[in-house]
């Protein structure tokens, strides 16, 4: 039976089963051969702010003058005008993130 390595690499710190004989593993010498730089990393606690545009489906009993009840585009410049009339209608439950941007980033910690 073949001893398992218990080194680790130089370069990433992984434990592989093989070294080559400047304490590397594979991926690592393939990346130091193709003039690869690695770029370091750092763990950091952020806190950040984001903006959510999400989407649902809702049904809502409301007024609205008469001569727009059944003209589509005018209901819905209406329902924008007045979310007050409908917005309690909305099941939170319901909503679907459609997209999500980070807006703002307040700072980090190490």
Not at 12 to 38: A, N, S, Y
Not at 84 to 89: K, S
């Amino acid at each position: 039976m073949e001893a398992v390595n218990e080194i680790a690499c130089a370069e990433c710190g992984d434990v592989p089963e093989l070294l080559d004989e400047d304490l590397t593993c594979g991926p690592c010498r393939i990346r130091i051969h193709l003039g690869v730089t690695v770029i370091e990393k750092k763990t950091v606690t952020v806190r950040f702010e984001i903006e959510e545009i999400v989407t649902c489906d809702v049904e809502a009993e409301v007024t609205v003058p008469a001569d727009i009840a059944e003209d589509d585009d005018a209901l819905l410049a209406w329902l924008e005008e007045n979310n007050d009339a409908w917005v309690d209608e909305i099941d939170p439950l319901s909503q679907h993130v459609a997209e999500r941007t980070v807006t703002d980033v307040y700072g980090t910690a190490a």
